[in-house]
Structures are given as C-alpha cells and as structure tokens.
C-alpha cells in the first residue's frame, strides 16, 4: 500500500464477529502489514470480536480501539451510531446487544420463510454456516443466494430480495438514534455517527443538520467524515457540518474484507488516508469524559 508506515489509521473495521470475512486477529495482522498505526474493530451490533483484536494488536505494535456500530431506527430506514473505547464489559452494553442479537434471531427465520415461499431452496442452517460468527444479518443471506447461483451478485441479491420493500424484508427491531448514542456513552464510548453519505436526508445539509445538533445533545462526539464513498465534495461539507455543530472528525474505510472486495483496509477504494491525529482527539475526549463520570461518581 502506497502510505507512510505507521502515519494512518482505519477507524471502520469488520470482522468475521459480524460480515467481515477476516477474524479478528487476522484484520489486526492485515492492518498491521498494511502499514497502519491504529484500527477500531466496529462490528454489527456485538464486541465479540474485539478482545482477540486488542490481544493481536499489542502482540503486533499496531494500536487496536475497541468499538462496536450500532444499527438505529431512522425514518424508516436505519442509520449507523459507531461506538469508540467502550468498555466490552459493560452489562448494559451486553444486555443491550443480546437484546439486539434476539431481534435478529426473531427476524432471520422469517426472511428465510419468505425466501422458501418464493420457492428458493435456502435454509437458516445455511446462512449460519456462512455468517460463522456472532451476528447473522442480510449480507450474510446476500453471500448464499450468492453461492446457489440464485442472483449473480449480493447487489441482486438485496435489490431483488433483501433491501426494504423486497419480498424477503422482514422490519427488524432496533434502538431509536438517542437510544443508540446513549447506550454507547452508558458503555463509556465516545458515539459519532457513521457514513452521513448514507443518510436518507443527506441530499439536504439542513436536515443533517438538525439530525446533529439533535443527537449531540444527547452525547453525540463525533461524525464519520472520512469514509471510503465519500466524494471530496462530501468528505468537505460533512467537515464543515462538524466543525459547525462542534463534532470531532473521524474516518474509516468500512472494510469488511472480501464481503466488499473493492474495500481495502485504511484506504478504501484507493485515496484515503486518515490520518492518526483523530486517534489523539478521541483520547483526549475520552479522558475527559471519564474523568467526568468519575467525579460526578464521587
Ligand atoms: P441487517 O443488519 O442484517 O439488516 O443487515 C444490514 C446490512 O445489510 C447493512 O449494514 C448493509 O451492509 C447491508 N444492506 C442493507 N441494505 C442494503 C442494500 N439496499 N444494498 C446493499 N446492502 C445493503
Ligand atoms: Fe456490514
Ligand atoms: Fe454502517
Ligand atoms: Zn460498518
């Protein structure tokens, strides 16, 4: 990779704990061959994955952030809230994620009825098989219907099957956006809200807007402003909606290994380069915040 050693970080990393395909300790030995300083594991809803990549990443010298991406309710839709330093330990944030976890359990065996009454041979077994891991989601039914020669690409597979309003969705249960970016600070994490590109509003800077200055009263820290789909356009307005609504910047490339073969860690289809200062910032807001909830403890 075309970067200066130990220059750059990836705050956006999948594992095989959610739809990345690398393990954990894989990703951290990638990232680290890769030449980068930093990672955040953010994993689907599950910190499952995050103690062996911390446990490789001081084996390795690469600097691993424990985090997790939490997927929220959003007009409809859903939108991302990613999680930074926080404490995988925490009970609310376990109760909360096998709270997020039985919704899932709920959904994926409807989608598969769905999928069967459309006459198409696919049993959960087999989408377990593939996931591997602690989260089973769509991309994971993508991959098999993948595999059975059903559609050509996991694209089809959601734009056919999958995506909402398709014949196999199934609306699962999440968190409201507060709820998100409370849980995240109640684990002791720093919340940012991931890829804004994503956004059902981002074709309006007003409504981005509102959505921040909302979500920052109630602890939002950060915006994913370097992401790999961003277009230098993007990646500037949403620097100017942070600096604005007095947000931190942070970036990552949403690597997910070969679920998202044209994403590669740390630079994303080819030109990113986030650089570590974001990490130090975090930190600093971090211990700020500790240090707050330790005095207000006492
Ligand atoms: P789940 O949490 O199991 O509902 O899966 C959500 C994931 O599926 C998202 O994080 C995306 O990676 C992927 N996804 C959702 N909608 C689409 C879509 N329309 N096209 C491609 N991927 C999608
Ligand atoms: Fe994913
Ligand atoms: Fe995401
Ligand atoms: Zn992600």
Not at 77 to 82: A, K, S, V
Not at 150 to 179: M, S, W
Not at 212 to 224: D, F, P, T, V, Y
Request: include cysteine.
């Amino acid at each position: 990779m075309d970067i200066v050693r130990d220059q750059f970080i990836d705050l956006h990393v999948h594992t095989t704990a959610s739809d990345g395909t690398l393990k954990p300790a894989e990703a951290v030995a990638y990232a680290h061959n890769k030449g980068l300083k930093a990672i955040a594991i953010t994993d689907h809803d599950t910190v499952q994955g995050v103690a062996e990549a911390v446990q490789a990443g001081g084996e390795l010298g690469l600097e691993v952030i424990p985090g997790v991406e939490i997927s929220v309710d959003h007009s409809g839709g859903e939108l991302h809230i990613l999680g930074y330093f926080v404490d995988i330990h925490s009970l609310v944030l376990r109760e909360s994620l096998d709270k997020l976890r039985e919704y899932r359990d709920l959904r994926n065996p409807q989608m598969i009825d769905k999928l069967r009454s459309l006459g198409l041979q696919v049993t959960m077994e087999e989408v377990e098989a593939i996931a591997g891991g602690d989260i089973v989601g769509r991309p994971h039914f993508a991959a098999l219907l993948v595999e059975k020669g059903i559609v050509p690409n996991k694209q089809q597979a959601f734009d056919r099957f999958l995506a909402q309003g398709r014949p196999a969705y199934v609306k699962k249960e999440k968190l409201t956006p507060p709820e998100g970016v409370e849980l995240v600070v109640a684990a002791g994490g720093i919340p940012v809200l991931a890829h804004p590109k994503y956004l059902r509003e981002n074709s309006s800077p007003d409504t981005l807007r509102s959505l921040l200055s909302e979500l920052k009263s109630i602890g939002l820290k950060g915006l994913e402003v370097y992401y790999s789909t961003h277009s230098p356009e993007e990646e500037n307005l949403y620097r100017m909606l942070a600096k604005e609504a007095g947000l931190l910047i942070t970036g990552g490339t949403d690597f997910h290994g070969a679920n998202k073969p044209e994403i590669e860690i740390g630079i994303g289809q080819g030109n990113l380069r986030i650089p570590y200062i974001l990490v130090e910032r975090l930190k600093n807001i971090h211990r700020g915040c500790s240090y707050a909830a330790a005095n207000s403890k006492a």
